[in-house]
């Protein structure tokens, strides 16, 4: 006589289970027809993935840099330039470090040094290996931030009316000679505006 053993385990649970294991390895591990399985993409859920994919690159072309590579190497100064530019700036910085004793103008004019000098070091050290995109981007930026908003922060911190109108003159002149027509008229442009309100 046998005797059967019963456990508390439901057997059909367990087969479901095992069930469900082959099933997913099976589809998962086994290669599958190209008709069999997930349903795939239809014609009109295609045309809306290639509509979206366009409309991101067309997103991308829109979204593009104020100045290409090429544009900053043909904005690239010589070294005369760049020394002679830096040598201005180092002397203006040291004029209103003598003229203007305030702390907020000597934080700012360390920083036009550092700039200017950064100028004339690359103006006697640059080599034929230094990219002349590199050196058009420092240049341009050096610029805007020594004459245009080096003027804005004279005139909205102004305490010498005259020295401040003597160097946004020289400054902004110097914007127009130094960079491209479009470019320095824009700048000047803006950086009129800007002081107009504490002038007034």
């Known amino acids: 006589m046998t005797t059967l053993c019963k456990t508390k385990i439901d057997g059909s649970f367990v087969c479901m289970l095992a069930n469900g294991a082959a099933m997913m390895v099976a589809h998962y591990l086994l290669p599958q027809p190209k008709d069999r399985g997930w349903v795939g993409e ?29 544009q ?37 004019n360390i920083l036009l040094i550092l700039i200017a000098s ?20 420092h240049w341009v930026i050096g610029l805007f931030f020594c004459l245009s908003l080096n003027t804005i922060f004279h005139w909205w911190n102004i305490v010498d ?31 009129i505006l800007i002081i107009l309100y504490p002038i007034y």
């Open 42 to 70: 239809d014609n009109e859920m295609k045309q809306r993935k290639q509509a979206k994919e366009r409309k991101k690159a067309r997103r991308k072309e829109k979204i593009t840099p104020l100045f290409t590579k090429d």
């Open 118 to 137: 950064s100028f004339i070091g690359l103006g006697f050290m640059r080599t034929v290996n230094t990219p002349s995109w590199s050196v058009g981007l």
């Open 72 to 108: 900053l190497a043909n904005l690239t100064p010589d070294k005369l330039r760049l020394t002679c530019i830096g040598a201005y700036i180092l002397f203006t910085a040291f004029c209103s470090l003598i003229l203007i004793k305030n702390d907020w103008f000597n934080y700012w």
């Open 161 to 191: 009316y005259s020295f401040t109108f003597m160097l946004s003159i020289s400054y902004l002149i110097i914007t127009l000679l130094f960079l491209p027509l479009a470019l320095g008229s824009a700048i000047v442009a803006i950086t």
